[in-house]
């Protein structure tokens, strides 16, 4: 191939990579991308500040921020998620954007890409560490887009060797208050055995794992079983994706009222549902903290259920609560059974008719 042929063949940019190694546990490095306000305290090089974070945590969803850099030019970015594999992928299109939400161009760049694919891995290291690997390409550039990119690398290695330097320096202060918190309670959580407990039930459902699943997802349904024998919800509410809100005020047969809240944290329709379930009193104090996880699974027709929750009480007076956690669960999916059982005979009954 001669010269001439050479240069008129369009640009190929080479894909920009970036991995380091943080001392903190996956999950906690992975929640630092997914939650918007602990995005607030890392994000951009140094001397930036997050003025807006605004999260839609789903594939499909976006991501919505502004950042003031160190001579207070204000910035927006815009991130569209394209995948997301728990605690181990983050795909999504990346790009500079306004306040109303809208793409524009890089204010100090015009000829950077619109938008970017960035692809973020989270690997466990040894120590209890994580390996972190960012990638960033362009996405539907044209050949000078393509160009200003390949030219912008140190750049980037700076931009986000900063906003790496931030992160890790948040993480060790997350942490660090952790240490100090478990060191504060250590000795009243010694005085209560039973402030901590993890259960696993399973069931057998005489119903289609679609509707068992639906069960769980769709408010109408849940306010009909989520609680022991003899309570009802008079607040019932969840949002069927990842990082909705759950929040639920079950009232008892005294008339007690325990409220509870929570967040998605996985949904895999009709597979796998796991949640946070947050006890708290009415001014919304924590009274335990727990972490549920759902599989569904098909069984000759029916669906094999299992439950896998744990538990920890926060204040003393909830350690009775806990020791009934199990029995809790027990009645509660009692009631599920009738409920889907009832639905799945109805279903027949409206095919044969």
Known sequence: MNASEQSNEPHAAREFSITRIFAAPRALVWECFIDPEHMKQWWGPKGSVIIASKMDWRVGGTYHGAMRDPEGRVMWAKFVYRQIVTPELLVWEHSFSNEAGGLTRHPLSPTWPLKLLTTVTFEEAPGGKTRLSLHWSPLDASEEERRTFDTARDGMRGGWGDTFDQLATYLDGMQAKARVRVAMTAQAQAKLPFAER????????????????????????????????????????????????????????DGVVHKMKGEVREIVPPERLAFTNIAIDDAGNHIIEGFTTVTFAEQHGKTKLTLHTRGAAVVEYAVAFIKGMEAGWTQSLERLQALVTQSAQDMKLSKIV
Not at 231 to 252: K, L
């Open 198 to 253: 993890e259960i696993t039930i399973t069931r057998v459902f005489d119903a289609p794992r679609a509707l068992v699943f639906a069960a769980w997802t769709d408010t109408k349904h849940l306010a009909q079983w989520w609680g022991p024998h003899g309570f009802n919800n008079p607040v019932c509410e969840i949002e069927p994706r990842v990082g909705g809100a759950i929040r639920i005020h079950m009232r008892g047969p």
